[in-house]
């Protein structure tokens, strides 16, 4: 009687935690994504780059710092430039109606965009843009959950993110900000693939983020188009 009661206790206690993780999950809010194109090589750059650490802990919003490469022939090659930083944003250049990617540029959602470097822009923009509206997206029990929807176009890219939470502050030694120590806020180190979204539920192994990285995921029109959904842990 004794075990049987035990056994009936543990199976609640389980039946509960589960319910619990599911509610979790559920209950995770919309966010705004914030993407900074940046370059420790440019001169402009800096004032967007203290900009987006004004904005970084706002509540609901997930700022990325995305460092790309095209200006590191100018004398100092970018500590955190990477090529699919670069690709992603000129992804996004005819969407919004540009010839071509320039820093530093703030993307919102994937679908508005503005230099960033003037006081209250991106406050303005987040403000203007809203949150996304997509399906639900949970990071939990490592693996992505996403929900039933509409997907636009029939399907949508599943990429994962990993970023150094916080600032970091970089010391310049050549090119157009030679001898300044640029901060950087929620630096982006890696962007995957995952896979894609057609509008069923979904659901993708989460791999452990290596070196005590953070982790967003972001639910995507394909070809540079609109953020439809996005988790971080």
């Known amino acids: 009687m004794v075990v049987s009661q035990a056994k009936t206790s543990l199976a609640a206690m389980l039946a509960a935690l589960a319910l619990a993780a599911s509610l979790g999950a559920a209950a995770a809010q919309p966010l705004t994504v914030v993407e900074l194109f940046t370059s420790q090589g440019c001169s402009s750059c800096p004032p967007a780059n203290a900009n987006l650490i ?6 609901g919003v997930l700022a990325l710092s995305f460092n ?32 071509g990617p320039f820093t530093p540029q703030v993307v919102v959602n994937g679908h508005a965009d503005v230099v960033g470097a003037a006081p209250g822009e991106i406050e303005h923009l987040i403000s203007a843009t809203g949150k996304t509206g997509g399906p ?52 982006v180190h890696a ?43």
């Open 54 to 59: 004004k904005v970084k802990d706002q509540p």
């Open 136 to 187: 639900s997206l949970s990071l939990a029990g490592g693996k992505v959950a996403i929900g039933a929807g509409a997907a636009p176009g029939g399907k949508a890219d599943v990429w994962l993110v990993r970023y150094t939470k916080g600032v970091v502050e970089v010391p310049v030694a050549r090119g157009e900000n030679t001898g300044r120590t640029l901060p950087h806020a929620n630096v």
């Open 191 to 233: 962007l995957t693939k995952l896979g894609s979204w057609t509008g069923d539920a979904t659901a993708y192994a989460l791999p452990a983020a290596p070196g005590g990285l953070s982790t967003a995921v972001l639910v995507q029109s394909p070809g540079g188009g609109p953020i439809l959904a996005a988790a971080t842990n």
């Open 68 to 99: 790309v490469t095209y200006w590191d022939y100018l004398g100092w090659k970018d500590t955190f430039g990477r090529q699919e930083f670069t690709r992603r944003q000129v992804s996004y250049e005819p969407p919004l109606g540009h010839d």
